[in-house]
């Protein structure tokens, strides 16, 4: 595994939950939606292009096997993955379980409201149940 540094605003927009091969899994600070952000444990990357063949399969598979599992888990109604960085340049995917009348349904959940942040003991303990959904 080479270096690899977490860009400052994902360290703060986010709650570490787990290494897995690849990618670190954090969970958004939006306690409105199940919001899962995949970081690839490389330096300097950009964009998904910039990742070795076998990295980018890893991340595609990561990301499909947390997203099945988050809708189950949350019986979601649809799987929202996504890559945008116009923020934040560091490579990072998005995977978020959305479902019908959600705060932000049908639209995008990026720039509805204010994100209200988990509380101590929600946060707490949802943590431990995305550690145990992530466990094979």
Known sequence: MTDFTLHPRLAADSHYVANLSLCQVRLNDDARYSW?????????????????????????????????????????DKLNLATLGNQVAQLHLHVIVRHQGDAAWPGPVWGQGTPPPYDDTTLSTYLATLRDLLTP
Do not use: N
Request: hydrophobic share 40%; net charge negative; proline share 2%.
């Open 36 to 76: 899962l952000v995949l970081i690839p444990r490389r330096d300097d990357i950009r964009e998904v292009y910039e990742l070795s063949a076998d990295d980018q399969a890893t991340m595609w598979q990561e990301a499909t096997e947390i997203g099945r599992r988050l809708m189950a888990h949350h019986d979601g």
